[in-house]
């Protein structure tokens, strides 16, 4: 149990713009991660571990990539009982994002919107961190995010990646290659089938070089958005199998505004989060369940903000779930509750 439980500190925050409500709050985790002080947020671990691309994720709820970007809190965040934490997206230069105000509550309906656009301190800054962390020695599993720079042509989007897959590769449990951000231009045209299939091809025979070169083979994940039709998924499902990707995230943010129409802030541009994405999210995974089958790995993330909400994405297909926007809302005591709701439902 925190010694500061998260009701008496979300007035505060929330009483802040939302981008410095977050820079205050992974400041000072980034401060004092590794000290006393850090029990003002750590909780109890649940112990439910799964096998799931050939790693042993100790229990099955991790935290989503965006909220740690440059991978300043890994042991911080990790503290709060999650059996994996995702972070970047990083970019092979630093790049600011795009201008500000770019992040907006949307608390009637337990929901952001954000733009941040890939804020970054590049490549070189995020590896020096991730290897100031222990988070891996204490047997958790680290997924490190990887995107393309927003002056890099669309065209020249692999070399990106392929940049990004080289330079976390030695320090990752597994890499996420983000193409479902809606707040890059293009982005998520590399999702259609022959852009996706070149991408792909090319991470593919560069894993397998990097696997000779550091004797072990990374699993690769492709993260996709949740404003796909069928037979996009479709299309993504096959290229996935085609390629040996070992995982799919599912799923990103969603550029709809269906379930905030009249809203304030509900025609911000950028990513919507939280509980209006959960249907659209379990929609995606239970058509990529169906299509590959019960055993590949699907990470469920979008929309949780309860452990009802976490047993529902697994009923739908994933694997395990990640957290980001319900951790905001809820606090750290939603992981530990959707943790015990997965162990427990695992052993029904």
């Known amino acids: 149990m925190p010694l500061l439980p998260y009701p008496l500190a979300r007035p505060f925050l929330f009483g802040l713009d939302p981008e410095a409500a977050h820079d205050l709050t992974l400041g000072t985790i980034a401060r004092l991660q590794g000290t006393p002080l850090a029990l003002a947020w750590c909780s109890s671990f649940v112990r439910d571990p799964i096998e799931l691309a050939g790693l042993r994720f100790p229990n099955r709820v991790g935290l989503a990539a965006g909220l740690d970007k440059n991978a300043r809190c890994i042991d911080g965040l990790g503290a709060m009982g999650f059996g994996f934490v995702e972070v970047g997206t ?8 795009n201008p500000k105000p770019r992040m907006f509550r949307l608390p009637q309906a337990g929901a952001l919107i954000n733009r941040l656009g890939f804020n970054n301190d590049g490549l070189d800054a ?40 080289a330079g976390v590769y ?68 096959a290229t996935l199998r085609r390629h040996g990707m070992d995982g799919v995230i599912a799923t990103n943010t969603t550029i709809s505004r269906d379930a905030v129409k009249g809203m304030p802030h509900a025609q911000e541009t950028g990513g919507l989060s939280g509980a209006p994405v959960l249907a659209a999210s379990n929609r995606v995974i239970a058509q990529l369940r169906a299509t590959l089958g019960s055993g590949f790995p699907i990470i469920g993330v979008g929309g ?23 951790l905001i809302y809820k606090g750290p005591a939603l992981i530990a509750e959707s943790a015990r709701a997965l162990k427990v439902l695992r052993a029904a």
Do not use: M
């Open 126 to 165: 995020f590896v020096a961190n991730v290897k100031r962390s222990s988070f891996r020695q204490q047997g958790r599993i680290l997924g490190l995010n990887i995107g393309k720079n927003a002056a890099t042509p669309i065209e020249n989007a692999t070399d990106d990646y392929l940049k990004g897959l």
């Open 90 to 97: 990083v970019t092979p230069k630093p790049q600011p994002g």
């Open 170 to 237: 030695p320090h990752a449990d597994y890499v996420t290659v983000n193409i479902s951000s809606p707040n890059t231009k293009n982005l998520r045209a590399l999702q259609s089938d022959e852009a996706l299939d070149a991408l792909l091809g090319a991470l593919a025979q560069r894993r397998e070089e990097l696997a000779r070169e550091h004797g072990r083979r990374v699993p690769l994940f492709v993260k996709i958005a949740p404003d796909l039709d069928e037979a996009q998924v479709d299309v993504i499902a």
């Open 304 to 326: 949780i903000l309860s452990a009802e909400d976490a047993v529902a994405k697994v009923k739908a297909g994933a694997d395990v779930v990640q957290i980001y926007t319900g």
